[in-house]
């Protein structure tokens, strides 16, 4: 019998449930400590996973550095890492963000959640994830090693974008082999190294 449907709804719903589920039934972790900026404006897009932001108000505009939280895509002379930054750029790029942070990383970059409007409501409620939808799209990996910062809701639906974008092969998952971005950053480094 052949696969007449690479989609299945039915296995994506009971998937779905199943992470709702364990999301719910996990223990309670301590709540992330946040912070937030609003209404700021993109203004860069470095690469598929960094941004730059002007926050703040007319005169008093603070230019800030975003690593998006949650996920890592691939590095610019990374096989998929410039469609990863210009899917960033269609996503968020000259538009207004919310920024959900929790942290600085050794770059003092800002790890935060960029909540924009969707592209069909540009003037609309900023509801749309950028990294969660850089998932969807199959553009990122959903970052494991970080995903204590997430909150439990959040790692289900990380997860879960990964794993459907992955089913659908999109992205960076129509390669049949696809480096994730930590060990080809590793790579290159033991390689600069003489390795």
């Not at 069909?120 to 509801?127: D, I």
Request: some cysteine; aromatic content about 10%.
């Amino acid at each position: 019998m052949k696969l007449k449907y690479l989609f299945n709804p039915v296995l994506t719903a009971s998937c779905l449930l199943l992470l709702v589920s364990a999301a719910s039934a996990a223990p309670k972790a301590k709540p992330l400590r946040t912070y937030t900026f609003e209404d700021c404006l993109v203004v860069g897009i470095t690469d598929g996973d960094t941004l730059k932001a002007r926050c703040g108000k007319p005169g008093v505009y603070e230019k800030i550095t975003v690593r998006l939280s949650g996920i890592d895509t691939p590095e610019r002379k990374q096989a998929y890492g410039n469609r990863a930054r210009k899917a960033l750029s269609d996503f968020a790029f000259g538009r207004q963000a919310d920024l959900i942070c929790n942290a600085h990383d050794q770059y003092q970059r800002h790890v935060c959640k960029v909540m924009v409007a969707p592209l069909s409501a540009a003037n609309g409620p900023k509801t749309l994830d950028a990294g969660l939808a850089l998932l969807t799209v199959g553009m990122a990996w959903w970052y494991r090693a970080y995903a204590h910062e997430q909150s439990p809701q959040e790692r289900g639906q990380y997860e879960f974008a990964e794993f459907e974008a992955k089913s659908k092969r999109a992205g960076l998952w129509a390669d049949p082999h696809p480096v994730p971005p930590w060990e080809w950053r590793r790579n290159e480094k033991a390689h600069l190294n003489g390795g």
